[in-house]
């Protein structure tokens, strides 16, 4: 599903507490330090979505895959679920974090237990997290400013769980400058940033919709998510990805205060994305 990724140049920022963006055009191209570009998001580029399965014999799931995302997010395409209920259980812990510069993408990457989250009965520890900018998904045709993605997987290494959250334009997050000198530093290196304890618990106090494990009662309105089965939205676009997105739109301030390098550059309209 190749043309459901051209909608967008993504530029990977930060977690819960930061808001970095990655300023380069084009995502293989976050490091400096002689990384090969492997894959682009430029529309139109030889390595760019359209062709991303025909690169690699290990990417061609991103050309013939039945089940790739992003999608459109409506009633009887994703399943609807509560994050109070049985099926959906979240426990996060703080633990030591690091800043890594992955050459595709610039993350935050948990170097110990953070937690875990329990989807019908099966556990998936949290492992990393990112921000794409627009967003991937779009919830009703609608196509919002940033997108955080939460990454977790089971036991097994190979089973992966995808919680988002959508962002529009709006108040300042209060956790910006968290890690800014530290992305800045590192866009033209291949080093990783030590950041420290950083606890993903205190996700509950933006509002996004978590259980308080100390107050079961939750708003009806931020506890809503969809659910379905997708992919990665990157190469090699491998299918049997959990996601769930929250329905409700939080927001967050614009990146362009900290980064130079506009946010949509080469971005399409929600009218390219393709349903599997």
Known sequence: MAGSKQIHLVFIFFTFFLLC?????????????????????KA????????????KKEWMTCKNGKGQSPIDLRDGIATKVN???????????????ILKNEGHAIAVIWDGDAGSISINGKEYNLRQCHWH????????????????????????NSDVAVVGFLYKIGQPNPFISKVKKAIASMMDVEKDVQLGVIDPRKMKKA???????????????S??????????????????????????????????????TPVNSHVGSISQVKLP
Request: proline share 8%.
């Open 207 to 221: 509002k996004l919709g978590f259980q308080d494990p100390k107050k079961r009662k939750m708003k009806k309105a």
């Open 44 to 55: 139109g580029s030889k390595k760019g979505p359209e062709h991303w399965g025909d690169l």
């Open 83 to 97: 994050s109070s209920l049985e099926h959906f259980k979240i426990s996060y812990k703080p633990t030591k974090a």
């Open 21 to 41: 963006l990655d300023p380069t055009p084009t995502r293989a191209e976050v490091s400096g330090a002689g990384r090969k570009i492997e894959f682009e998001y």
């Open 133 to 156: 900018s627009p967003s991937e998904h779009s919830i009703d045709g609608k196509r919002y400013d940033v997108e955080l993605h939460m990454v977790h997987r089971a036991k097994n």
């Open 223 to 260: 506890s809503k998510f969809y659910r379905y089965s997708g992919s990665f939205t990157t190469p090699p676009c491998s299918e049997g990805v959990t996601w769930t997105i929250n329905k409700q739109v939080q927001p967050t301030s614009s990146a362009r205060k900290f980064f130079p």
